[in-house]
Nanobody, 127 residues
Framework: QVQLVESGGGLVQAGGSLRLSCAAS????????VGWFRQAPGKEREFVAA????????HYADSVKGRFTISRDNAKNTVYLQMNNLKPEDTAVYYC????????????????????WGQGTQVTVSS
């Protein structure tokens, strides 16, 4: 069973930066496709970014493209989400998720395709 633990959230002013981490245990990390999702109050949980098993492929939601960068360190069993130029509309609980499906399946965009989820970390961006 894979366990995911997010960290790095907090309160930041608009234009600032945060780096979220997602630490995995209980499985072969390099076999996992990993994604970040977020959920703002009263809204659906939405896709933010995903990275393939090797880290060679990434994909971003249009709303964060050019501001957020997802990366992974398989030696440390950790995925990162570097968030720059944060905006108030980025305020949400951010969740890390993982599945064993390959990148080519194109399932990394779909919340229902992820089998493992972390507990979430709050990101608040003040204006």
């Amino acid at each position: 069973q894979v366990q995911l633990v997010e960290s790095g959230g907090g309160l930041v002013q608009a234009g600032g930066s945060l780096r979220l981490s997602c630490a995995a245990s209980g499985g072969t990390f390099s076999s996992l496709t990993v994604g970040w999702f977020r959920q703002a109050p009263g809204k659906e949980r939405e896709f933010v970014a995903a990275v393939s098993r090797s880290g060679s492929n990434t994909h971003y939601a249009d709303s964060v493209k050019g501001r957020f960068t997802i990366s992974r360190d398989n030696a440390k069993n950790t995925v990162y989400l570097q968030m720059n130029n944060l905006k108030p509309e980025d305020t949400a609980v951010y969740y890390c998720a993982a599945n064993r499906r390959g990148w080519a399946a194109g399932t990394f965009l779909k919340r229902a395709e992820y089998d493992y989820w972390g507990q979430g970390t709050q990101v608040t961006v003040s204006s």
